[in-house]
């Protein structure tokens, strides 16, 4: 995940810091260390941070991010937009807090890199910010809503919010939260493969005090987490292909003396990290050398893993399609006709002699002809003497 700003993250002051924080919440460590992101070790969100002219390059890079935040960012150039639409065209998420004047301008200026059909859910309507405003509705039937039931619902639609930059819904875009007067505080759209969503109002502290409740963080974790359907992920190498891996915050400025790669034997392998080229400015990713073992490989820091990656075969040398031709080859192979076993075959090798019955039969039926007679002749006795 990525967070564009212009504004301090480690300035209690700026909306940046709370955003950082609630984005990436077991990492506030990273972002005060000043290393330029965080890894969350529990909530498993790796956040980086830029400022809007390095936005493009962000997006450019071997692994983008699955969502874009853009908070207290101000003017973004015209060639970062352009970079901002394809990624969501490609299936990024982006969530942009229109808190300026400033960010009103590029909302619009991105609409005009975008599709004819527009990119932002919202227009700003350049009337001048409302001081404040508290929600009307909600759509909590939305899967970004649908988490706020009870106490958290009720706690959401009784915050005031402030510098509220008038919008009107516009397109395929569709207002989830809405103010009294019909202008939205959140608001929606799919945009190609991508989704972006907008927060029209500032989030500093000297604005409002949703951001210090209970229900902010939920709020934002949730919108990014529906935001983004998927930015393809980079396929997982081959025997003999490089591998790039991307590198836990905190060892990421040390990644070339921390770290060893250990093999799918779990043995640790003679590579030399120190020679490893960094792919990124900041150490997120490292570059490892072709690797030719199948399985997983981990990257490790003493005993603790920051980093791995999965060498799998090719699908046209996998030895599955072996395993599987041999499996099905009994159901799908001719079935060839054999010769019918002998009167000797069978279970103990039974004596092979053949003994007709039909002598018995015609005794059997002799006998039953004969005990048939003698009891009519008995019938017969009776009827001409019944003193018998």
């Given at each position: 995940?990525?967070?564009?700003?212009r504004?301090?993250?480690n300035?209690?002051?700026?909306?940046?810091?709370f955003?950082?924080r609630?984005?990436?919440?077991d990492?506030?460590?990273?972002?005060?260390a000043?290393s330029?992101g965080?890894?969350?070790?529990?909530?498993g969100v790796?956040l980086g941070?830029?400022?809007?002219?390095?936005l493009?390059?962000?997006?450019s890079?071997?692994?983008a991010?699955?969502?874009?935040v853009?908070c207290e960012?101000?003017?973004?150039?015209?060639a970062?937009?352009?970079?901002l639409?394809?990624?969501?065209?490609?299936g990024?998420?982006?969530?942009?807090?229109?808190?300026?004047?400033?960010?009103?301008?590029?909302?619009?200026?991105?609409?005009h890199?975008?599709?004819?059909?527009?990119?932002?859910?919202?227009?700003p309507?350049?009337l001048?910010?409302?001081?404040?405003?508290q929600?009307?509705?909600?759509?909590?039937?939305d899967?970004?809503?649908?988490v706020?039931?009870g106490?958290?619902?009720?706690?959401?639609?009784?915050?005031?919010?402030?510098a509220?930059?008038?919008?009107?819904?516009v397109?395929?875009?569709?207002?989830l939260?809405?103010?009294?007067?019909?202008?939205?505080?959140?608001?929606?759209?799919?945009?190609?493969k991508?989704?972006?969503?907008?927060?029209?109002?500032d989030?500093?502290p000297?604005t409002t005090?949703?951001?210090?409740?209970?229900?902010?963080?939920?709020?934002?974790?949730q919108?990014v987490r529906?935001?983004a359907?998927?930015?393809?992920?980079?396929?997982?190498?081959?025997?003999g292909?490089a591998?790039?891996?991307?590198?836990?915050g905190?060892?990421r400025k040390?990644?070339?003396?921390?770290l060893?790669l250990?093999?799918?034997?779990g043995?640790?392998?003679?590579t030399d990290?120190?020679?490893?080229?960094q792919?990124?400015?900041d150490g997120?990713?490292i570059?490892?050398?072709a690797?030719?073992?199948?399985?997983?490989y981990?990257?490790?820091?003493?005993?603790?893993?920051?980093?791995?990656?999965?060498v799998?075969?090719?699908?046209?040398?996998?030895?599955?399609?072996?395993?599987?031709?041999?499996?099905?080859?009994?159901?799908?192979?001719?079935?060839?006709?054999?010769?019918?076993a002998?009167?000797?075959?069978?279970?103990g090798?039974l004596?092979?002699?053949r003994i007709?019955l039909w002598p018995y039969?015609?005794?059997?039926g002799?006998?039953l002809?004969?005990?048939?007679?003698?009891?009519l002749?008995?019938g017969?006795r009776?009827?001409?003497d019944?003193?018998?």
């Amino acid at each position: 995940m990525l967070l564009v700003t212009r504004a301090d993250v480690n300035d209690p002051q700026t909306a940046a810091f709370f955003l950082a924080r609630a984005l990436a919440p077991d990492a506030p460590q990273d972002l005060a260390a000043g290393s330029g992101g965080g890894a969350g070790r529990l909530s498993g969100v790796q956040l980086g941070i830029a400022s809007p002219e390095q936005l493009g390059d962000s997006l450019s890079g071997g692994m983008a991010p699955a969502d874009v935040v853009l908070c207290e960012a101000g003017n973004v150039p015209a060639a970062e937009l352009g970079d901002l639409a394809h990624y969501l065209d490609a299936g990024g998420g982006v969530l942009w807090v229109i808190d300026s004047a400033a960010a009103a301008r590029a909302i619009q200026d991105l609409d005009h890199q975008g599709p004819p059909g527009g990119v932002s859910p919202v227009r700003p309507s350049g009337l001048a910010a409302m001081d404040q405003g508290q929600l009307a509705t909600g759509i909590f039937t939305d899967p970004i809503l649908s988490v706020f039931e009870g106490p958290a619902r009720a706690e959401l639609l009784r915050a005031t919010f402030g510098a509220i930059q008038p919008c009107t819904t516009v397109g395929a875009g569709r207002s989830l939260l809405t103010f009294a007067d019909g202008s939205p505080l959140l608001a929606a759209r799919w945009v190609g493969k991508g989704r972006m969503a907008v927060w029209c109002s500032d989030l500093s502290p000297a604005t409002t005090q949703f951001i210090k409740g209970p229900a902010f963080a939920p709020l934002m974790q949730q919108i990014v987490r529906e935001l983004a359907p998927g930015v393809p992920l980079p396929a997982n190498p081959h025997p003999g292909q490089a591998a790039r891996v991307p590198v836990a915050g905190p060892y990421r400025k040390a990644a070339g003396t921390a770290l060893h790669l250990v093999g799918p034997d779990g043995q640790a392998l003679r590579t030399d990290l120190g020679a490893v080229s960094q792919s990124a400015a900041d150490g997120s990713q490292i570059m490892l050398a072709a690797l030719q073992e199948v399985g997983p490989y981990r990257l490790m820091a003493g005993n603790e893993l920051v980093g791995g990656v999965q060498v799998e075969l090719d699908p046209l040398e996998s030895d599955l399609r072996v395993e599987a031709a041999a499996v099905q080859a009994p159901t799908t192979a001719p079935v060839q006709a054999k010769p019918a076993a002998g009167p000797a075959a069978g279970v103990g090798e039974l004596d092979a002699r053949r003994i007709e019955l039909w002598p018995y039969l015609v005794a059997l039926g002799m006998g039953l002809l004969i005990v048939e007679q003698v009891v009519l002749l008995v019938g017969e006795r009776r009827k001409a003497d019944p003193k018998t």
